[in-house]
């Protein structure tokens, strides 16, 4: 979770479901036929108090579960970015957060995924969240969540994994402790499946800087942590480069990519989001740059696949579709298409939505999409 102004207004909401919906329908060749093969729930950052964990992420799996969904995809952040007192649930990074996480990925009907936000590791060693080792908790997410090649989910799906001993762990689990002596770790929250000849693929790619700065926690995180960020940053980059590689070799229709972060894609810094020079990708704020290599291997790779590509990310909770990358001359990228998921805005209402991407392979964008507005009492007031 980015520490940003939050958009919550009902008139919001309602606008960005009109804008969706005249983007809604897939084009069948040349025509406007509206037609899909299969659609995909992406959800993300929920739930973030008690309400939407005892209530509105219930409503939102039983409506998932009512729906042709084939697959959901959730796009990080387990809780909210500090504990919270009195809560009856989880909402620091103690074990009992993955272990409902599991549980909740498992209730969903159709194969489930889950890709790690920063709420739930790098701000860990937050004393509100427990003052934990950040990377332990990384750590322990990759034995408990993405031990298996095979999805959550009643039903799973079997997928490729990055088991290359390519990021880093740690073999210092002291709470409040520096994150060395650092240990070679498989990537294995890193996942790829193919299903009916479209690529999909997580990253671990975290928000605020990606780990390349502090997270507000004990004194040792003062800096961030460049070691554990280089390792991963490089394993993502390469983890990109082999999934546009197979879905060439495959002849995909499309690439789905979805990771936590919202990078930042202007000079604007919309919601917050990091101030970045849109033809150079360089972030303008000073900040510590996390996106910048990851952003360009992105763009690269999109320009020569030709074919629709997508970004599905969370953190900003602003939920929007959009085309905001371009080329370094300046030119739009056509083929790119960026999708932020809802998020949390209203703890206290259960504000907890998805959306529904109907996927077409044999249109022209073969990616459409449809808002998912669950609790509809609870917004009216």
Request: charged share 20%; hydrophobic share 35%.
């Amino acid at each position: 979770m980015r520490r940003r102004v939050r958009v919550a207004s009902l008139a919001v909401l309602a606008a960005a479901t009109l804008v969706t919906a005249g983007i809604a329908v897939s084009s069948n060749g040349s025509t406007n036929k509206k037609t899909f093969e299969f659609s995909v729930g992406l959800w993300g950052d929920l739930p973030y108090s008690d309400t939407q964990a005892l209530s509105g992420v219930p409503n939102l799996i039983a409506d998932m579960n009512s729906s042709d969904i084939s697959f959901s995809i959730h796009d990080g952040d387990l809780k909210a970015g500090n504990g919270i007192a009195g809560s009856v649930t989880p909402t620091t990074c103690s074990d009992a957060l993955y272990t409902q996480a599991i549980g909740t990925f498992n209730s969903l009907d159709q194969p489930a995924f889950f890709t790690p936000g920063d709420n739930d590791w790098t701000d860990c060693d937050r004393p509100s969240n427990g003052s934990f080792n950040e990377l332990e908790r990384l750590q322990h997410e990759r034995e408990t969540l993405f031990s298996t090649d095979r999805s959550f989910g009643k039903k799973t799906l079997q997928v490729e994994v990055q088991s290359a001993p390519l990021c880093v762990g740690t073999a210092n689990t002291t709470p409040g402790s520096t994150a060395g002596p650092y240990v070679p770790a498989g990537c294995v929250e890193n996942r790829r499946w193919s299903f009916h000849g479209v690529t999909f693929a997580t990253l671990n790619v975290q928000g605020s800087c990606n780990n390349d700065c502090t997270s507000g926690g004990s004194a040792p995180d003062a800096g961030g942590d460049p070691a554990e960020f280089d390792a991963r940053n490089a394993a993502d980059v390469q983890w990109l480069d082999d999934t546009f590689a197979e879905a060439a070799a495959q002849d995909s229709a499309g690439v789905m990519i979805v990771w936590q972060a919202d990078p930042g894609f202007d000079t604007f810094g919309f919601q917050n989001a990091p101030k970045r020079n849109p033809t150079t990708l360089a972030e303008t704020d000073g900040n510590p740059d996390g996106f910048q290599s990851i952003l360009s291997d992105l763009r690269t790779k999109t320009i020569a696949f030709k074919k629709p590509v997508v970004l599905v990310h969370g953190d900003s909770h602003y939920f929007m579709v959009d085309k905001p990358l371009l080329d370094s001359d300046g030119r739009r990228v056509e083929n790119f298409t960026r999708v932020e998921t809802f998020g949390d805005h209203q703890p206290a209402l259960g504000d907890v939505n998805w959306l529904k991407v109907n996927v077409d392979p044999s249109s022209r964008e073969v990616f459409s999409y449809e808002t998912q507005i669950v609790n509809r009492d609870a917004l009216v007031q």
